[in-house]
């Protein structure tokens, strides 16, 4: 199974900027869509941001602007740029894998990385 290994999380003041970075191990990677998740206290699990195998983005509405998610298929990693970050983005932010559908390949999650924006 893939592993995935999220990086960049911290402390931050609003306005402030931060880069998440995930790295992925195995095969898949490049032929699979990648996304970044969040959870914040007693909230569910949502899409923070979405990249395709062939490169195309998609963000939810609050962060569209604001953040920018990229790929580096030789590097087997995934970037979330965040920036002009406000409290309500505070979280555990999750890296995720989805392999193409009918592949012989699993999803996978990391362990999240804390990010808290301060006011």
């Known amino acids: 199974q893939v592993q995935l290994v999220e990086s960049g999380g911290g402390l931050v003041q609003t306005g402030g900027s931060l880069r998440l970075s995930c790295a992925a191990s195995g095969s898949s990677f490049s032929i699979s869509a990648m996304g970044w998740y969040r959870q914040a206290p007693g909230k569910q699990r949502e899409l923070v941001a979405l990249?395709?195998?062939?490169?195309?983005?998609n963000y939810v509405d609050s962060v569209k602007g604001r953040f920018v998610i990229s790929r580096d298929n030789a590097k087997n990693t995934v970037v979330l740029q965040m920036n002009s970050l406000k409290p309500e983005d505070t979280g555990v932010y999750y890296c995720?894998?989805?392999?193409?559908?009918?592949?012989?390949?699993?999803?996978?999650w990391g362990q999240g990385t804390q990010v808290t924006v301060s006011s």
């Open positions: 990249i395709t195998s062939g490169g195309t983005t």
């Open positions: 995720m894998l989805d392999p193409p559908p009918g592949s012989d390949y699993e999803g996978s």
